[in-house]
Protein backbone atom coordinates (compact mmCIF):
# COMPACT_ATOMS: atom_id res chain seq x y z
CA UNK A 1 0.00 0.00 0.00
CA UNK A 2 0.93 3.34 -1.03
CA UNK A 3 -0.16 6.20 1.69
CA UNK A 4 -0.20 9.73 0.17
CA UNK A 5 0.64 13.03 2.34
CA UNK A 6 -0.57 15.98 1.75
CA UNK A 7 0.98 18.11 4.77
CA UNK A 8 -0.32 21.19 5.63
CA UNK A 9 0.09 24.07 8.91
CA UNK A 10 -3.29 23.13 10.41
CA UNK A 11 -4.76 20.01 8.34
CA UNK A 12 -2.66 17.01 6.17
CA UNK A 13 -4.44 15.16 3.68
CA UNK A 14 -4.34 11.22 3.96
CA UNK A 15 -5.18 8.84 1.70
CA UNK A 16 -4.23 4.98 1.07
CA UNK A 17 -4.24 3.46 -2.04
CA UNK A 18 -2.63 0.08 -4.00
CA UNK A 19 -0.66 -0.49 -7.09
CA UNK A 20 -4.31 -1.24 -8.20
CA UNK A 21 -5.22 2.38 -8.17
CA UNK A 22 -7.90 1.80 -5.96
CA UNK A 23 -8.21 4.47 -3.30
CA UNK A 24 -8.75 2.52 0.11
CA UNK A 25 -8.79 5.16 2.47
CA UNK A 26 -9.27 8.69 2.57
CA UNK A 27 -9.46 11.55 5.37
CA UNK A 28 -8.32 15.11 6.16
CA UNK A 29 -6.50 15.11 10.07
CA UNK A 30 -5.13 18.14 12.30
CA UNK A 31 -1.58 18.40 11.98
CA UNK A 32 -1.84 17.23 16.12
CA UNK A 33 -3.40 14.37 14.76
CA UNK A 34 -1.49 12.78 11.71
CA UNK A 35 1.21 10.49 13.19
CA UNK A 36 -1.42 8.37 15.58
CA UNK A 37 -3.85 7.97 12.45
CA UNK A 38 -0.42 6.64 10.33
CA UNK A 39 0.25 4.36 13.27
CA UNK A 40 -3.22 3.30 13.25
CA UNK A 41 -3.14 2.73 9.17
CA UNK A 42 0.17 0.97 9.91
CA UNK A 43 -1.73 -1.50 11.90
CA UNK A 44 -4.39 -2.27 9.71
CA UNK A 45 -2.38 -1.82 5.99
CA UNK A 46 1.01 -2.95 5.25
CA UNK A 47 2.27 1.00 4.33
CA UNK A 48 5.77 0.32 1.87
CA UNK A 49 6.24 3.79 1.20
CA UNK A 50 4.85 7.22 2.11
CA UNK A 51 4.59 9.96 -0.38
CA UNK A 52 4.96 13.05 0.37
CA UNK A 53 4.31 16.35 -1.10
CA UNK A 54 7.24 18.38 -1.63
CA UNK A 55 5.81 22.14 -0.85
CA UNK A 56 4.52 23.18 2.73
CA UNK A 57 6.50 21.65 5.85
CA UNK A 58 7.92 18.72 4.07
CA UNK A 59 11.14 19.47 5.31
CA UNK A 60 9.85 18.95 9.06
CA UNK A 61 6.94 16.22 8.15
CA UNK A 62 10.25 14.29 6.01
CA UNK A 63 12.56 14.65 8.71
CA UNK A 64 9.31 13.06 11.47
CA UNK A 65 7.88 10.37 9.22
CA UNK A 66 11.97 9.10 9.20
CA UNK A 67 11.63 8.76 13.11
CA UNK A 68 8.63 5.91 12.70
CA UNK A 69 9.60 2.49 13.73
CA UNK A 70 10.43 0.04 11.02
CA UNK A 71 9.85 3.66 8.51
CA UNK A 72 8.33 2.86 5.26
CA UNK A 73 10.26 4.46 2.68
CA UNK A 74 9.77 8.55 1.87
CA UNK A 75 9.01 9.97 -1.59
CA UNK A 76 8.92 13.46 -2.55
CA UNK A 77 6.15 14.11 -5.17
CA UNK A 78 5.77 17.37 -6.85
CA UNK A 79 2.45 19.30 -5.74
CA UNK A 80 2.37 22.15 -7.59
CA UNK A 81 -1.25 22.88 -8.84
CA UNK A 82 -2.93 19.82 -7.01
CA UNK A 83 -4.88 22.08 -4.89
CA UNK A 84 -6.47 23.37 -8.62
CA UNK A 85 -6.46 19.81 -9.50
CA UNK A 86 -8.28 18.55 -6.50
CA UNK A 87 -11.08 21.10 -6.92
CA UNK A 88 -12.20 19.51 -10.50
CA UNK A 89 -11.39 15.33 -8.90
CA UNK A 90 -13.66 16.83 -6.37
CA UNK A 91 -16.55 17.28 -8.22
CA UNK A 92 -15.86 14.22 -10.38
CA UNK A 93 -15.99 12.13 -6.73
CA UNK A 94 -19.02 14.02 -5.65
CA UNK A 95 -20.83 15.29 -8.34
CA UNK A 96 -23.37 18.34 -7.41
CA UNK A 97 -27.21 16.87 -6.87
CA UNK A 98 -30.15 19.12 -8.04
CA UNK A 99 -30.19 22.68 -8.91
CA UNK A 100 -26.12 22.92 -7.52
CA UNK A 101 -25.47 21.44 -10.89
CA UNK A 102 -26.59 23.78 -12.76
CA UNK A 103 -23.90 26.36 -11.46
CA UNK A 104 -20.62 26.60 -13.07
CA UNK A 105 -17.77 24.55 -11.41
CA UNK A 106 -15.79 27.17 -11.24
CA UNK A 107 -17.91 28.84 -8.95
CA UNK A 108 -18.95 26.13 -6.81
CA UNK A 109 -17.66 26.46 -3.76
CA UNK A 110 -15.74 23.15 -2.04
CA UNK A 111 -17.84 22.45 1.07
CA UNK A 112 -15.33 20.24 2.98
CA UNK A 113 -11.36 20.47 2.66
CA UNK A 114 -10.03 18.78 -0.40
CA UNK A 115 -6.34 17.94 1.34
CA UNK A 116 -7.22 14.54 1.22
CA UNK A 117 -7.98 14.34 -2.65
CA UNK A 118 -4.64 16.43 -3.18
CA UNK A 119 -2.76 13.16 -1.14
CA UNK A 120 -4.79 10.78 -3.68
CA UNK A 121 -3.59 13.07 -6.30
CA UNK A 122 0.22 13.08 -4.83
CA UNK A 123 -0.39 8.99 -5.32
CA UNK A 124 -1.21 9.24 -8.65
CA UNK A 125 1.67 11.39 -9.81
CA UNK A 126 4.36 9.09 -8.11
CA UNK A 127 2.97 5.95 -9.69
CA UNK A 128 2.94 7.56 -13.35
CA UNK A 129 6.80 8.66 -13.04
CA UNK A 130 6.99 4.87 -11.61
CA UNK A 131 5.51 3.83 -14.95
CA UNK A 132 6.92 6.10 -17.29
CA UNK A 133 10.03 5.19 -19.44
Not at 52 to 66: H, I, P, S
Amino acid sequence: MILGFDPGRQKCGLALMGVDRVVRYHQVVSVSAVIAEIHRLRQEFPIVVIVLGDQTGADRWQAELGTLSDAPRLALVDERYSSLEARDRYWQMYPPRGLAGWIPQALRPIPRPIDDIVAILLIERYLSRLTQP
